[in-house]
């Protein structure tokens, strides 16, 4: 079990579909609607197309900064993620391109619920306090979600910051930004993101392999007392359904 653990951990040193550079230079908490979807293989194309067409001007048009499309590489096959900000929750009252009883709009659903076969849709939170040194952007990231005990947020948001986060410095690894699940998601759930140039990173020695045995055992013993799981996932960036950041088509 602690290898296991450990290994996850190791995961971290990869990519950010999230800007590093716009994150980390956030002193206050913003607010991030995700919706994780799970599209049929013979409809990625359709689906590809009811997004770009009909979601993408919608978004640009209600003036929304970012809009941020990845697709699984590793973890969940056939997933697609699509993240954007939001300002508060009463902007959520304003429904998407799928309301109405328009024909264009049942005609939409008909074609976006042949296509999606699951749909998990929450917001998150983006944490400046516990994010490091910025990293220029890339096309790969892996996503690394902590499913935290109850009642023990406060303790690992503590060891994030005195132990992973300076092993993690230590190593020489920039551009990871933590998120928080405040409504929509499990509670006490972090994720993490890391940008990544390539999947050849992944052949290097782990951000943690330098660590002393002493403090390595420390670690381990403080992830298996606060951490119910560790779920890692790579993602790679869909440039043609994406917008706002740096590196990304505008």
Not at 50 to 74: C, E, K, Q
């Amino acid at each position: 079990m602690k290898k296991i653990y450990i290994a996850a951990f190791a995961a971290l040193a990869l990519v950010g579909s999230f800007s590093s550079q716009v994150l980390a230079q956030q002193a206050e908490r913003q607010l991030i609607q995700v919706n994780q979807l799970v599209i049929k293989p013979n409809e990625i194309e359709r689906f590809r197309a009811i997004h770009r067409d009909n979601f993408m001007p919608r978004s640009r048009a209600g003036g929304l900064a970012y809009r941020v499309t990845t697709s699984t590489v590793l973890g969940q096959s056939f997933q697609m993620s699509v993240a954007s900000p939001i300002p508060n929750y009463a902007s959520l009252d304003g429904g998407t391109p799928l309301d109405g009883d328009s024909v264009e709009a049942q005609m939409l659903r008909e074609a976006w619920n042949s296509a999606v076969t699951s749909r998990r849709s929450f917001v998150i939170t983006t944490r400046p306090d516990m994010n490091m040194e910025p990293a220029p952007n890339a096309d790969y990231t892996t996503v690394v979600r902590f499913q935290v005990k109850a009642g023990k947020a406060q303790q690992f948001e503590a060891m994030w910051k005195s132990m992973i986060r300076p092993a993690l410095v230590a190593s020489g690894q920039k551009g990871t930004s933590v998120f928080q699940t405040v409504q929509g998601g499990r509670q006490f759930e972090y994720f993490a993101l890391t940008p990544l140039a390539n999947m050849a990173a992944l052949d290097g020695p782990g951000p943690f392999s330098s660590m002393n045995p002493e403090d390595g055992a420390a670690l381990t013993a403080q992830v298996s007392e606060l951490l119910e799981e560790i779920e890692t996932s790579i993602t790679r960036t869909d440039h043609e359904l994406s917008y706002g950041l740096p590196g990304l088509n505008q």
